[in-house]
């Protein structure tokens, strides 16, 4: 009986080894990986007040981000992955929510070829990022109103944003209904 169980010890430790985390890309396996629909230049508008366009390289004037809409704006050049360049929080006020306007908040990670992929995308009054970042993919902090109609006055709901490598995206932790921000209904 003892012979059966050491023969089993080695089994169990090779079968083991198939069981080890799956590879995460870096962010140049990722940005190779992403359909070029999917990358997005960011520029920044001459006339300044921190417009921007964050369009598929070559498009300027049809993409919902562009310059000429002239929704979209800087929210923070934090450097999300600690590489040493910063990266683009972007704002965009072209959505609303009944009669309240909503923030659709984006974050952009550079590739180091002039191109960006997005790392975040949601709903939110704000995204703050920590002032200084030495490690990559720090949580963010973000803010969301209540969406609905007299609602203004409700306090705003704090959500954490954790980097979800498999995804290669900020996401919710936890995950919450946009509707839980409002206090009362209307």
Not at 21 to 47: F, G, K, Y
Not at 74 to 96: C, E, R, Y
Not at 125 to 138: F, L, N, Q, R, S
Request: with cysteine.
């Amino acid at each position: 009986m003892a012979r059966a169980l050491f023969l089993s010890i080695p089994f169990l430790l090779s079968s083991s080894t198939c069981f080890a985390a799956a590879h995460t890309q870096t962010l140049q396996e990722r940005c190779a990986n992403t359909a070029v629909d999917d990358l997005v230049v960011i520029r920044a508008s001459p006339q300044g007040h921190e417009k921007l366009s964050a369009c598929p390289p070559g498009v300027d004037s049809d993409c919902i981000y562009s310059l000429t809409v002239g929704q979209t704006y800087s929210a923070g050049m934090p450097d999300l992955n600690a590489d040493g360049h910063p990266d683009q929080l972007v704002k965009h006020f072209g959505s609303n929510y009944g009669d309240v306007d909503v923030v659709h908040y984006l974050g952009f990670v550079q590739c180091g070829d002039g191109t960006a992929i997005n790392v975040l995308e949601g709903q939110f009054k704000d995204v703050i990022a920590p002032v200084v970042i030495t490690e990559p993919w720090p949580d963010l902090t973000a803010m969301r109103g209540c969406a609905a109609s007299g609602h203004q006055e409700d306090p705003p709901q704090r959500i954490k944003l954790s980097f979800n490598p498999e995804s290669y995206r900020y996401e919710e932790d936890p995950k919450l209904d946009p509707a839980s921000v409002c206090t009362s209904s209307p």
